[in-house]
């Protein structure tokens, strides 16, 4: 089963699909983490992204193409789970053709539905492990009182560098002008599962395990 998770910046797309990868043996492909190791081991692609990362604005479509085509290429025997990818309509089409051409199909596609303020509210106060990627929230998932990952045990908590009131601006912006037509696109296509990405964690996890049946 080949899945997409499709919702703004914050809306719980890398939490969910962390879930279903240890639920259900899925791989996540994730471009965003993909341009992020990209942009930290400073290869070209990497170095000519970060700034337009850095600024919260979408990378181009031949890069993330690029970068999934070379993915699907891989096992996945759970099915894939595209977080963060497709972002544009043409990123849409290309998935579509890239499916088509290795005999798979697109199963799902679930919209994470939260409002701008809970964003907003949730990127502030996003960390992540910096050895293992689990994530954390001073909200609604802090980091454990002594200061060691639950995961890991590592200790070195990293927030990232778009996560400021300037980039989210952007991200949003982004998301609203070239991603959020790709829900009528998924509508159309008779995929699109809406959920309430309000909803605690857990609860959010059994929406989606519903739609996927
Ligand atoms: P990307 O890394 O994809 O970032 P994003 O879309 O902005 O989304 P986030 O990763 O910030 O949020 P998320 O939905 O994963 O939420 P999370 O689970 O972490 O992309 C980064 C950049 O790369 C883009 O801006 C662009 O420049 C580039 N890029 C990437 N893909 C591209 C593409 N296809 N085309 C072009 N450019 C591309 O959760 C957020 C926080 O909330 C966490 O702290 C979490 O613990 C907490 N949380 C999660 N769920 C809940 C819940 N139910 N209740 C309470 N808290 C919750
Ligand atoms: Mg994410």
Redesign the pocket.
Known sequence: MNIILL?P???????QAKILVDGRGMVQL????M?RAAKSSGTDMGNKVAA??EA????TDEI?IGLIAEKLDGEASGGFIF??????LA?ADALGALLVSKGASLDHVIEMQVDDQALVD??T??STCGSCGE???DI??PIPANGICSKCNGSDFQRRS?DNEDSLKN?LM?YYKETSPLIGYYYAKEVLTSVD?L???DE?ESSISSALG
């Open positions: 919702g910046p914050g809306a719980g797309k890398g939490t994730s471009t965003g983490d341009l337009v990362m919260g604005q979408l990378v993330v977080d963060g990818f497709p972002r544009t990123q949730r990127i106060s996003r994530g954390y929230n609604s998932k778009d991200r982004a990405g909803a605690d964690i959010v």
